[in-house]
């Protein structure tokens, strides 16, 4: 029996894509694990972030707590309404530099408290995966991936939104210590 030249194209294409059932894994996989790359730099800028505000933070603590006296309050004699406010203003502004170093210290601590995230498990891998093909090993990892970065980027902007009310909460502290630094100055 001899196959004219029409025959034979359709066994070899048949035949190739029995070899190759997902052609575009290996570059599906790729994309997916640069992904998976880029949520791992994330967490990472993440905590280099925080780690270093923290400091900055418990400085301006530090100094809110040693050049803000509000001891000397006290020893004020109140006669005009006005002076009063100043004073009220003065205590006020202290409350929140203070309220606010502590929610900052406490949100940008939060991003470094270990989330889990979810990692390839190498114990799943064993002769089987040498055994099947390469394309559908590809396909198989690709989609294990993608399930480990969808859960990985929900911690990730979990820590994102913590890290923005820290860095918030500092900015207002340190304006408001400022603030509070400068008229304890006038007191």
């Known amino acids: 029996m001899s196959l004219d030249n029409g025959d034979q194209i359709s066994v070899q294409s048949t035949t190739q894509v029995q070899q190759e059932r997902f052609p575009s894994g290996e570059i599906l996989l790729s994309a997916v694990q640069k992904e998976y790359d880029y949520e791992q730099a994330r967490k990472v800028a993440l905590e280099t972030r ?13 100094f809110a707590v040693s050049y803000i006296k509000i001891s000397d309050l006290k020893k004020i004699k109140i006669i005009f309404v006005t002076d009063a406010f100043l004073y009220f203003f003065y205590l006020l502004l202290a409350l929140i530099a203070i309220a606010s170093l502590i929610v900052s210290l406490f949100f940008l601590m939060k991003v470094f ?3 889990k995230y979810n990692r390839l498990s190498i114990g799943e891998f064993d002769m089987n995966y040498g055994m099947e093909k390469k394309d559908e090993v590809a396909i198989a990892l690709a989609s294990k991936y993608r399930d480990i970065i969808h859960h990985n980027q929900k911690v990730n902007n979990k820590k994102t939104k913590d890290y923005q009310i820290g860095v918030y909460a500092i900015l207002i ?12 100055l006038n007191i």
Do not use: C, D, K, M
């Open 113 to 115: 408290i270990a989330s």
């Open 50 to 62: 925080a780690g270093i505000l923290i400091p900055f933070a418990a400085a301006v603590l530090t």
């Open 173 to 184: 502290s340190t304006i408001t210590t400022i603030l509070v630094y400068g008229i304890s």
